[in-house]
């Protein structure tokens, strides 16, 4: 090895190390942080999440009960009906591609959560307080409402008589199968949302920021081909919610149980599994202990 190519190795590893030594953990997020009550950035992210997941649930449960409309036998007589409408595959790309332009036009506002589920991840991985985090379900649910019910006002007749778009256990599959379904679905979800905002790949991937919305957003995706035939898919207890309020069945309310609890419980693993096993948060606490305990 030549002069020349030590100096060059001795710059590149001087450059990775100085990278790496400029990187600083964000601290964790207040538990409780009462101070964002006065700050309009807090309500216009509360806005931001409200619009948002209205106009998610619009766009998701009008594919829905059109599609539910194009394969009615009845309605579409003497047609195909098996090739009419968008399909299971056009409906998780309803889903999938509604968050990823949804995050991509939030993120910099409310940080895109759009999904309780989400919002409770990243309130026990410390992203976000327990004041933010309440005031955002609250606008989720509410928005995820206001969005039904616009569909339900200018389809009344189809969204009645097509299911409204509201999460079932399908026939055939029991409780457990059903909140495993979510359990694991809303894991992928909320896995991938801390992966794709983690700070660390940001500082030293660039690009990063710019493609988060399209893994969360195909993530979506992906987990609606596996649980719909399940659940319809859930994985968003303000979806499920806003559905079942507009719609006010009694299958829907008896169900609901499933599209809280389990996506409450994967957004939960998925949390713990980022912050104390991939990002060593656990190895981290104990030795600062021990090395405290010294002291």
């Not at 968008?86 to 993120?107: E, K, N, Q, R, S």
């Not at 999904?115 to 992203?127: Q, W």
């Not at 893994?215 to 609606?224: A, D, K, L, T």
Request: hydrophobic share 45%; glycine share 10%.
């Amino acid at each position: 090895m030549g002069r020349d190519d030590i100096e060059a190795s001795h710059v590149t590893h001087h450059a990775e190390f100085g990278s790496a030594r400029d990187y600083v953990e964000p601290p964790p997020t207040p538990f409780i942080d009462p101070s964002e009550l006065y700050k309009w950035s807090f309500y216009r992210a509360i806005l931001a999440e409200f619009v948002a997941t209205l106009l998610f649930l619009y766009i998701t449960i009008a594919t829905v009960v059109g599609y539910k409309s194009s394969i009615d036998p009845i309605k579409n007589a003497g047609s195909d009906t098996d090739c009419n409408g968008v399909g299971v595959l056009g409906i998780a790309w309803a889903f999938g591609g509604m968050i990823f332009v949804l995050v991509y036009c939030t993120a910099g506002i409310s940080g895109g959560h759009i999904n309780p589920a989400v919002t409770f991840g990243l309130f026990l991985g410390r992203k976000v307080s327990l004041v933010r985090a309440v005031f955002y379900m609250v606008a989720q649910c509410l928005g995820a409402i206001c969005g039904v019910a616009l569909v339900k006002a200018f389809q009344r007749g189809y969204y009645v008589k097509y299911g409204g778009g509201t999460n079932e256990l399908s026939d055939g599959y029991t409780s457990s199968v059903g909140l495993g379904a979510e359990i694991m679905g809303t894991f992928v979800l909320v896995y991938t949302v801390f992966s794709a905002t983690d700070p660390k790949r940001n500082a030293r991937d660039s690009y990063v920021p710019v493609l988060a919305p399209l893994p969360i957003g195909f993530s979506v995706f992906m987990v609606h081909l596996a649980t719909i035939p399940i659940t319809g898919t859930g994985i968003n207890p303000a979806r499920s919610l806003g559905a079942a309020v507009i719609y006010n069945k009694k299958k829907a309310w008896d169900d609901m149980w499933i599209f809280w609890v389990g996506p409450f419980i994967g957004a939960a693993i998925a949390a713990a599994y980022h912050q104390y096993i991939l990002r060593a948060g656990a190895v981290k606490a104990l030795g600062s202990f021990r090395s405290t305990s010294h002291i």
